[in-house]
DNA sequence: TGTTTTTTTGAACGTCGTTCAGGTTTTGCG
DNA sequence: CGCAAAACCTGAACGACGTTCAAAAAAACA
């Protein structure tokens, strides 16, 4: 088959990353192939290659979508609260109960790998550093006495606690046995972090 | 060729993990197929198959022994302290640390994904779960007030909070600047949540 | 209409994990 | 020692993977 023309090189781009999307929904990243994509959308791979570099950089992409939808929800989360201690608290909650829900698209954005020696490009940093970013502001908040560098760290450290608690849940690596829950981890870590971090 | 006897089933299990963990160590888990560790040991891809169930088989056997090693490392860790914080910010250290030096080994246990609907063995998770275990004995120390369970509970948080901030620095996701190292991200963690958890 | 341009294909390449019929060497036995 | 039986190891083969690109086909243009 030749040109056709059914549709242009951006909705192809978009009905490869909607097929992507639910196959990794459903079956995960392993499931995610070219061909499968490629049939899904009712083209031939090559075509695939058409609109993105090569297979990474489609799922980079649809990492990128699963980060806007993870900072849309931590957003409104922080909003939700009075802004201090509550908001940290919910953007905890927020982070755990989206890498419950959305598990694989979530594990997605950590389980791929980049070739060796590639680099992240800096669209899909940014999408990762500005959710980092949501913490700082009730931190301060909360710390006025601190300075920016004391509030990165800590904003940082706080990230890492929940993000840990979440991926070591996914890879069935925490005891399921009385170990707690990620909810429960995060939580601890929050409460007892902030009243360690500003004496309260 | 046919039969040789010039290694023992064992002794062919032995070489091939030495030069997984050659391969792992240099070029990351990306870089070890059954081809390279069976053409590393001087055998046949075939071979590799006698020993192993699979790929899986030999790449948990080879992170079990990473595990060993972190163990070891994190119990002389924990005895050196005087067995209450000191302890537990040697432990944090520790493993960070173990996370740099080893990285593609270490990461290599965490990049590591079962087909889907296979379990990880109990041999493996026993050597996880040991680990999480180190961090309970000085916590219970530092605060005896506490239950078992709330004890269980605050080393899983610790773990997880160390965890993600070595993971995140792997993975190139954590802000290079003024983030604040992996180092100084545990310290932080560890500092703050035991002044959090027992009041010190 | 014929010609050019654009678009898409799908066979092909080299790689992967994995299998297994068959060849080779050792072993056991008379 | 000779010869069958057993044990061991090989390497070609299979299907699937990411990726490429000559060529076919359709659209656009003349």
Redesign the pocket.
Known sequence: ???????S?EQ?ARMALEAARRIVREEGLGA?????VAGAI??????L??VFN???GLIMQLNAGTLDELFALLRRAAESGDGGRASIRALARGYVGFSLEHARLWGAVYEHRLPVGEQVPPWLQTRIERLVGLVETPLRELAPERDADQVRLAANALWSGIHGACILHLSGSLEKTRGGSPLEIADSLVDHYLRGFCGT
């Not at 995610?32 to 499968?36: E, P, S």
């Open positions: 088959m030749g040109r056709r023309s059914d549709h090189r192809i995610l192939t070219a061909r499968r009712g083209y031939s791979p090559g075509t290659y058409l090569n297979l990474d």
